[in-house]
């Protein structure tokens, strides 16, 4: 039996309690474990309506790129992006898992925001003007600005940093 840590563990069971309440069927559908590719087999076939509630489960599973299931579920939901965004856009305002992650924002960035088409970008270029101007110390630390404005460089916005501010740190902020 694979066994997550408890931090990943906590973060998956707040992003599944922040989202969608999902019914017996829906729920089977999700993964068990990294190495549950077979579950990703099932979702493919599923409609964008079908699979946009199951979207904030799936995104979970891509906080560890080298989880044998990871790329799977990209490659998934790389082909519905209007169900793609707003999830992603959570991750991005902290508002999934326990707040600032720069490890699972960069890999959404990476992963999925860089692969979509500049519509789709461009629906979330509040959180990606954000990330470029005032990084948080998280953001930093994983690259997740510099993605940012490679990401609005493309749909033509040029971002300065706030050479001025210093990180915000989130941690902090909440206490």
Known sequence: MIRLSKTLSYRIVRMASQSTILSPSQRALIPNS?????????LTPLDPSSLAPLVPHLLTWIQEPNWPIAFPIVELLRKHPSIVVEPVRKVLRDEAGEGDDGAWKSNCLNALVIEMEKGYQMQLKEELVRMAREPTKEELEWDTADVAKDALGELGITVESSSNTPPKDLDSESK
């Open 34 to 42: 990294k190495m549950d590719i077979d579950s990703v087999n099932r």
